[in-house]
């Protein structure tokens, strides 16, 4: 997630000159306490713009610095070193929408464009030109482009960001004719005034809960705080390697309480992207191992918070209930199975793989005489494998040969 996104392809001399002004812009950014993603070159491809700019996907919060080729319908990335179409008039709601846009490019704000288009759907302000318009590999001229974005990272108002500009461009007309050109083509469209970029964004209105993800267990390694829904965790490279857990409660935790009963706000952990498959829903609290305890590690690929209530996912016959155990006579870590489970390492963590040495079976709620769990030695129900009815099995490796091996089990 950012703040800013900064895109600056380079594949021709044009471009070349606005890559350059931008160059640093991300480090300085940064120092303002901003967090910055800059698609630079080959990164400044439509589908990296596309998944940075969706509005559902929530990744850019504020602004967009465009630095490239642009037209009067189209702001234009790179794809294998040529230029391709990244924002047009198709998808400018979508790319858009609640962001604050400044584009260096030539007469993406012409009457009828662009610019207009995306502010009439929802983006909150344009600053671009009108016609076609000059760069400059100069430090003068980096100096006069980089006054707008200062600007805004010191929370101004657009039209204080703009009036930055222009005084920048009017101060150095003296140096060379682009600055008047460029002054004189420069149009700022908004959809209100007085907007900053910390008052017109994507960000959460409310933000009852905190959540931070961790990669390992026990809260260890890599770690991403999520306070709104984040339909991809791909995009913060964090898909599939979710581990532990820690909801906290948020800056209005109390207030959205007290505007639902008392009822405590909750987060969705969903298995596929888009809130899709199956779902672990959590209230404030540490889960320091969610393979373990709720067989759901490593597999989180979206989150969203105070989802609806889903549709339950039926456990359903239980035929057996069978406990598995580390070590000989019931010692050790224990795990409890009462569905099929296809890979053990991925469902209860990597600590359970091989490692199985002796196990409890017992009759569920839905038993039937001579059903029997059938416990493998590779992941997918494959390899060799023995068959266990209800009963006490305190030393497998005696008994059957067969400790530490368990890779999956079939309980149904």
């Known amino acids: 997630m950012a703040d800013?996104?900064?895109?600056?392809?380079?594949?021709?001399?044009?471009?070349?000159?606005?890559?350059?002004?931008?160059?640093?812009?991300?480090?300085?950014?940064?120092?303002?306490?901003?967090?910055?993603?800059?698609?630079?070159?080959?990164?400044?491809?439509?589908q990296k713009v596309s998944?940075?700019?969706?509005?559902?996907?929530?990744?850019?919060?504020?602004?967009?610095?465009?630095?490239?080729?642009?037209?009067?319908?189209?702001?234009?990335?790179?794809?294998?070193?040529?230029?391709?179409?990244?924002?047009?008039?198709?998808?400018?709601?979508?790319?858009?929408?609640?962001?604050?846009?400044?584009?260096?490019?030539?007469?993406?704000?012409?009457?009828?464009g662009l610019g207009e288009t995306a502010v009439s759907k929802g983006c909150y302000s344009w600053l671009g030109y009108t016609e076609p318009v000059y760069a400059q590999k100069s430090r003068t001229f980096k100096e006069c482009i980089w006054s707008y974005v200062e600007a805004m990272a010191e929370g101004k108002t657009m039209e204080q960001c703009e009036h930055a500009l222009r005084d920048a461009y009017s101060a150095r007309t003296g140096r060379s004719f682009i600055y008047q050109y460029n002054l004189d083509r420069l149009l700022l469209r908004k959809s209100a005034n007085n907007m900053t970029i910390n008052s017109h964004n994507r960000l959460p209105k409310e933000i009852p809960l905190v959540v931070a993800l961790w990669e390992h267990a026990g809260y260890r390694g890599r770690r991403r705080l999520i306070v709104e829904d984040t339909p991809r965790l791909a995009l913060q490279d964090f898909d599939d390697q979710v581990s532990a857990v820690g909801v906290h409660p948020g800056p209005d935790y109390e207030a959205w309480k007290a505007a639902h009963g008392q009822k405590e706000p909750t987060v969705g952990l969903y298995e596929h992207v888009n809130y899709g498959g199956a779902a672990l829903i959590l209230t404030a609290g540490g889960y320091p191992n969610i393979h373990r305890v709720y067989n759901f590690g490593d597999v989180v690929s979206s989150v969203r918070v105070n989802p609806a209530p889903p549709s339950v996912h039926k456990i359903a016959p239980i035929p057996l209930i069978v406990e598995l155990y580390e070590h000989i006579g019931f010692a050790g870590n224990r795990a409890v199975i009462v569905e099929d489970v296809p890979d053990i390492p991925r469902y209860l963590g990597p600590e359970f793989n091989d490692v199985v040495s002796s196990v409890r079976v017992k009759p569920g709620p839905d038993y039937s005489p001579g059903k029997q769990a059938q416990l493998f030695r590779d992941v997918g129900y494959s390899g060799s494998s023995m068959r266990l009815g209800p009963g006490d099995y305190p030393n497998i490796g005696t008994s059957h040969g067969f400790s530490d091996v368990v890779s999956s089990i079939r309980v149904r």
């Open 4 to 46: 800013f996104l900064i895109i600056r392809s380079k594949c021709d001399l044009a471009t070349e000159y606005t890559h350059w002004v931008g160059e640093g812009m991300k480090e300085y950014l940064e120092s303002k306490g901003h967090s910055v993603t800059d698609l630079s070159d080959a990164d400044a491809s439509p």
């Open 51 to 112: 998944d940075w700019l969706q509005y559902d996907n929530r990744e850019t919060m504020k602004a967009v610095i465009a630095l490239d080729h642009g037209s009067l319908d189209v702001f234009w990335g790179e794809k294998n070193g040529n230029i391709a179409a990244a924002i047009d008039l198709a998808n400018a709601e979508d790319l858009t929408k609640g962001l604050q846009v400044y584009s260096l490019a030539c007469s993406t704000n012409g009457a009828g």
